[in-house]
């Protein structure tokens, strides 16, 4: 028998564009894609078109969402630093504070000066998540030497910043981190034949980094796709955005891994749902799960992703190991390639 049963998988960091550019995704097409990807929950950014920052513009994507989301999601929270006052109004219904300290899609930068308050003005409890790249990465890690905060840093990518915090995960301190699949599954040699396909922030790197994050496979807590949708018009302008879709190819991409013994089952289930779930206070049950069959092989085509963008920097690539059913809460939402919910049937997430 080649089908297993996996717990649900939580993706914990996509860009579901809803609402204020539903022309790349939607909250509809975007939870579709993930149930392709054998997630049943995803953790959506607050880098909306109009950033969520203030408690008004969490709930209103909060009703949006409601209206179409096939899996679960919870929601980050956004600041740039001017919007203390509205922390504790979305305490309970934001999952963490989502901080950039370098430059990527949106004009979301933070002042590295006001890193302080805003560590001190958020509930220690609950995670504060980082696109920290390089300096942005000690700046941080001295900060929290003086501070309590739990910090999530996401999408690592290099040696050094992985090496730096394995260092602060040895000193004791409360510190995560995730990869992307990107990250791990392509290196800086495929931007030739990507293109503006393969530009994403942080960008792709050289071998020796990305065999350093394998090697170091034991640090990272949890894989995270960074699902960043664009359209295909948009990635083939000269300025391209920055991003690229990733909900429906990391999974199979792990499991090919499995296959050629570079990961294990056990890993997978680390990474993609113990992990995420206790970071980032998730409830689970034993009803939400994905049936996968190990030996079913395919080639991604863009045609068959359920992603509006429609695109991959994966396409072309053999996979060993296919999404077959998902289940959320003993309801069946997705087989045979197809959703088998309404817009509507799944919940929005909220901490306690
Ligand atoms: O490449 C990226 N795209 N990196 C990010 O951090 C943001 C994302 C986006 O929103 O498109
Ligand atoms: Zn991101």
Sequence with gaps: MSKISLPGLIDPHVHLRDPGQTQKEDFYTGTSAALSGGYTTVLDMPNNKIPITSLARLEEKMTIARQKIVCDVGFYFGSVGDNFEEFEKVRGKALG????????????????????????????????????????????????RKTRNRIHFCHISTKSDLAQIIGAKEEGLTVTCGVTPHHLFLTENDLK??????????????????????KNLRYIDMIESDHAPHTIEEKQLKNTPFGVPGLE?????????VSEKRLTIEDIIRLCHTNPAKIFGIKTDSDTKVIIDLNASYIIYNSLLLTKCRWSPFEGKKIKGKVSTVFIRGQKVFEGGKVRVNPGFARVLFRG
């Design 193 to 214: 034949n990507l293109g503006s396909f393969g530009k994403m922030k942080p960008p792709l790197r050289s071998k020796k980094d990305v065999k350093f994050l394998w």
């Design 97 to 144: 504070l989502k901080l950039y300290l370098n430059e990527t899609t949106g004009n979301f930068l933070i002042d590295k000066n006001s890193l302080e308050k805003i560590f001190k003005a958020w509930p220690t409890f609950l995670p504060i998540l980082l696109h920290a790249e390089d300096d942005a990465v000690d700046l941080v890690l001295a900060l929290m």
């Design 249 to 257: 190819t990391t999974l199979p991409l792990l499991l090919t891994a």
